[in-house]
């Protein structure tokens, strides 16, 4: 069974720096592991925001028009997290970022599922960790 679990949120000013860590229970190896993994991020009173996803049989990346250019996803070197830069932070980044996975049972077929315009395929979720940007 696959737990996640994120650690790195905090307290910036605006355009400040902070980098997330999702760790995985199970090694997920890049280019052959068969996930999708992203990140998600909430505030209070607002429904749960797709961030970025990264599709670990390829490598490819998605990030929403916000965030692009500032964030980066990854997989660690050791293939048991995921991570998360975010720089020039502005103060509607924050809220508290969850670190997400959805499982497929065959390598390089699902690219077109990995998508985070919904939470709902998602299968594994961290408990989340807080990111506060002060203006």
């Known amino acids: 069974l696959l737990q996640l679990q994120e650690s790195g949120g905090g307290s910036v000013q605006a355009g400040g720096s902070l980098r997330l860590s999702c760790a995985t229970s199970l090694t997920i190896y890049p280019g052959r592991g068969g996930f999708c993994l992203a990140w998600f991020r909430q505030i209070p009173g607002k429904e749960r925001e797709g961030v970025a996803r990264?599709?670990?049989?390829?490598?490819?990346?998605y990030y929403i028009g916000s965030v692009e250019g500032r964030f980066t996803i990854s997989q660690d070197s050791g293939a048991k997290g995921l991570l998360f830069n975010m720089s020039n932070l502005k103060p509607k980044d924050r809220g508290t970022y969850y670190c997400?996975?959805?499982?497929?049972?065959?390598?390089?077929?699902?690219?077109?599922?990995?998508?985070?315009?919904?939470?709902?395929?998602?299968?594994?979720w961290g408990q989340g960790t807080q990111v506060t940007v002060s203006s």
């Open positions: 997400a996975a959805m499982s497929f049972p065959f390598p390089n077929m699902y690219e077109p599922t990995c998508k985070i315009a919904s939470d709902t395929q998602f299968g594994y």
């Open positions: 990264i599709y670990t049989d390829t490598g490819s990346k």
